[in-house]
């Protein structure tokens, strides 16, 4: 099973579709905590849903069980949490959510995780990623940008 991430900052509306078009993924799984921002542009769910149905011929699906806490999230931007304490108490969020155990596989599996960082090693869908491929074994993590 292959598990797709793509983050939309730092990129053109043509090179994300393009990204996401040409990975064979077969879903947008969107793990934001918040799609409806004025910030998201082309991200924003009404459009996103719309566009990647139209351009992708996909899904999308927004789990919002992928997120952080707004809470968490803030105290990260604004610098109250340096990355390896986000990092800790997000996968302690995730455990505490029993993520590993909730029946989201089918969707998961094969889908691109969306999220707003431009690069996956300071964001929460690798660490999405990587703790699904713990849980449930056999993933090919694959990110787009």
Not at 83 to 100: I, K, N, P, S
Not at 122 to 144: N, S, T
Request: proline share 3%; with cysteine.
């Amino acid at each position: 099973m292959k598990v797709y991430t793509i983050g939309f900052t730092k990129k053109s509306a043509s090179d994300f579709f393009e990204l996401i078009r040409g990975s064979g993924a077969k879903r947008l799984v969107d793990v934001r905590v918040s799609n409806l921002s004025q910030l998201a542009g082309f991200t924003k769910k009404g459009d996103l849903e719309y566009l990647v149905d139209k351009i992708c011929r996909m899904r999308y699906v927004h789990l919002p069980e992928l997120a952080p806490t707004k809470e968490l999230l803030r105290a990260y931007r604004n610098g109250q949490c340096d990355w390896a304490t986000y990092e800790r108490r997000f996968l302690a969020l995730m455990d505490q959510r029993r993520v590993g155990k909730m029946p989201i596989k089918r969707t998961v599996s094969n889908g691109c995780l969306l999220c707003s960082e431009d690069r996956p090693d300071r964001c929460h869908r690798r660490l999405v990623a990587e703790y699904l491929q713990r849980h449930w074994g056999d993933v090919e993590i694959v990110h787009l940008g």
